[in-house]
Nanobody, 130 residues
């Protein structure tokens, strides 16, 4: 049973910053990578950022490059997402996810069949006001 504990999020004005954190508290097989995707009701899921635990290699969606930074903690169970220069278009529910076998960060950020290789937490709301 996969369990992820998310923290952070909230509401800020455009140009502000927020930090999301995530910890895998329980898993069946050690994940290879952790990432965040976001979703707005009625719209498609959008991959945001992803990081491999072993190498620290990161992947970002074009929409957040230069503004968001994903970093891993010690071990294979924690990561954070620092979000700067936030825009109203960043408003969404943000979900922390890890793979449970297979998949890749590239596919994750492209939001290609995330559900086939990753599990995620309950999500945290990020709201950016103009």
């Amino acid at each position: 049973q996969l369990q992820l504990v998310e923290s952070g999020g909230g509401s800020v004005q455009a140009g502000g910053s927020l930090r999301l954190s995530c910890r895998v508290s329980q898993y069946i097989s050690a994940p290879d990578f952790m990432g965040w995707f976001r979703q707005v009701p009625g719209k498609a899921r959008e991959g945001v950022a992803c990081i491999y635990f072993d190498t620290g290699t990161t992947y970002y969606a074009d929409s957040v490059k230069g503004r968001f930074t994903i970093a891993k903690g010690d071990g294979k169970n924690t990561a954070s997402l620092q979000m700067n220069s936030l825009k109203p278009g960043d408003t969404a529910m943000y979900y922390c996810a890890v793979n449970h076998g297979g998949g890749s960060c590239s596919a994750f950020v492209d939001a290609r069949q995330i559900g086939s290789f990753a599990g995620w937490g309950q999500g945290t709301q990020v709201t950016i006001s103009s």
